[in-house]
């Protein structure tokens, strides 16, 4: 619901709690490109990514050669359907990080709008709210 468009100030909230909401719905939080197409992970892509990408330990090192995480492929996600690729140690250097914003910027431009994905195995689906 959007506020009564009285002042600057509140336009500004309007976009917090749209913003907001967005988060709360979608619970990805790493965004890159590769090879021109968009993606998008959760948590637990993020964390993968992060230790493949700087390993603190002899151990890491060992995990990263195999490791890989999952990303959403966020022009095909969409109405219920989810399409994933895995990334390992070999594709982190070629990935182009990007904001949340530059992401939806990116898929405005398609003209379409982040997917809501939920990472949690009893929680939300694809599209829930």
Not at 20 to 36: I, M, P, V
Not at 92 to 98: C, E, G, I, P, S
């Amino acid at each position: 619901m959007e506020s009564p468009a009285f002042s600057k100030f509140r336009d500004l909230m309007d976009r917090w709690d749209a913003s907001f909401r967005l988060f709360e719905e979608s619970d990805l939080c790493l965004f890159f490109k590769k090879d021109g197409v968009l993606y998008g992970a959760t948590e637990d892509g993020r964390i993968n990514f992060a230790r493949i990408k700087n390993p603190e330990s002899k151990e890491d090192e060992a995990w990263s050669k195999d490791a890989n995480f999952s990303a959403y492929d966020l022009e095909k996600t969409s109405d219920g359907n989810k399409s994933m690729s895995l990334f390992s140690a070999s594709d982190v250097d070629k990935l182009k990080m990007l904001s949340q914003e530059q992401a939806e910027k990116e898929l405005e431009k398609k003209g379409k709008k982040m997917p809501a994905i939920s990472d949690d195995e009893g929680g939300r689906t694809l599209g829930e709210k």
